[in-house]
C-alpha cells in the first residue's frame, strides 16, 4: 500500500514538474538563475501560489498545503524584499478605498496600523518571530482565520486577522505593488 502511494505520489511530482516547466517556458520564465532578483523572486512567488492552485486539487484535502504555502510566500514577500527594498515600502493610507483594492472586506487590522508601511513592518516582526496562529470557528478544525499577533505588544495585540482567501489577496496586491515600484524606482 505505502509503495503504491509512493509510485502515485512520484508521479504526481513528476507530471506537476513537467506541467510547471511548460507554463514557466510559455510565460518565458526561466528557471535557474536570477537576473533581476529583487523582482524575480516576488514574480517566482506569485507564480508558484498560482501553480499550486491550479494542482491542488489533484491531492486529497488533508494534502492540501495552501494555506502553508500562502504563508511561506508571505514570509519571502514581506522579509526578503525590505531587506534590499526597504525604501520602496508604500505609506499608503489604509483606509477603506485601499483595502477595497487588495480584496479585504471580511480581514481586521489593528486600529493602530494607519498606512500600508506599518501593516507590512509590522507583519514583518510578526513573522519573523513566529508569532502566527491559525483558527478554526468550529469544530470541523477547518482554517477560518489566520492570525498575526505582536507578542512583545501583549498577548493579544493583533497586528492583523485575514480570512484565508483574502491572505491571498494581500499577497498578490502587495507583491504586485512591490513588482511596480521596483521598476518603476529603478529607471
Known amino acids: 500500500m505505502q509503495r503504491r502511494y509512493a509510485t502515485k505520489l512520484f ?7 513537467l506541467q510547471a516547466y511548460k507554463y514557466r517556458k510559455n510565460k518565458k520564465i526561466i528557471m ?4 533581476n ?3 524575480e523572486f516576488i514574480e517566482r512567488a506569485l507564480a508558484l501560489i498560482t501553480q499550486y492552485e491550479h494542482d491542488k486539487y489533484r491531492y486529497p484535502f488533508e494534502q492540501q498545503y495552501n494555506h502553508t504555502l500562502l504563508v511561506n510566500c508571505l514570509l519571502g514577500l514581506i522579509i526578503f524584499p525590505k531587506e534590499r527594498i526597504v ?5 499608503s493610507f489604509l483606509g ?3 483595502k477595497g483594492e487588495m480584496g479585504i ?3 481586521t487590522f489593528n486600529q493602530d496600523i494607519t498606512d500600508l508601511k506599518d501593516l507590512i513592518i509590522a507583519l514583518r516582526h510578526t ?8 483558527e478554526s470557528d468550529n469544530g470541523e478544525f477547518l482554517i477560518d482565520k489566520i492570525v498575526f499577533r505582536d507578542e512583545e505588544k501583549g498577548d493579544n495585540y493583533i497586528v492583523a486577522s ?14 504586485n505593488w512591490l513588482i511596480e515600484n521596483v521598476r518603476k524606482h529603478r529607471h
Open 32 to 35: 535557474g538563475n536570477y537576473k
Open 105 to 107: 472586506t471580511n480581514s
Open 96 to 98: 477603506k478605498q485601499l
Open 11 to 17: 508521479y504526481a511530482i513528476k507530471i506537476n514538474w
Open 37 to 39: 532578483l529583487e523582482t
Open 87 to 91: 525604501s520602496y515600502l508604500p505609506k
Open 162 to 175: 485575514f480570512v484565508p482567501s483574502e491572505l491571498l489577496n494581500f499577497i498578490r496586491y502587495y507583491g
Open 127 to 134: 513573522i519573523a518571530h513566529f508569532h502566527i496562529s491559525f
